[in-house]
């Protein structure tokens, strides 16, 4: 808890300069937009206070125990959070906008407009 309390603060003051991810308008780039787009979701935080990355974390299933991996309690938290709550659909929702503000009428668009139903 107080390592979730450490990061809020900083959090806080990260927020200040905090610059919403542009419009993705090269391919070749592709990868990199990507990264900058889950570096920011990890700087924004969601209904619980978890940062959106909780959104698309790739992790299905977490180890548990003290040989589960993750650089610290921060990431544990965020690779634990239930994917059923409410909270987590409004989440879902706010990381969507995100995602369409940064690649609607982009080169990416007809890829990633296959899930806006999903």
Known sequence: MIEINKHEKEDKELAK???APGQIDNLKKIRDAFENIAEYLLQIRGMTGVPLANVICEDKEVPEGPDNF???AFKEVIAQCP???ESYAAD???VWSIIR???H???TWSWVSLYLRA
């Open 83 to 85: 994917h059923e709550e």
């Open 92 to 94: 879902n929702a706010q």
């Open 101 to 103: 503000v940064c690649d």
């Open 70 to 72: 993750y650089q610290d």
């Open 105 to 107: 009428g982009g080169p």
């Open 17 to 19: 300069d905090l610059v």
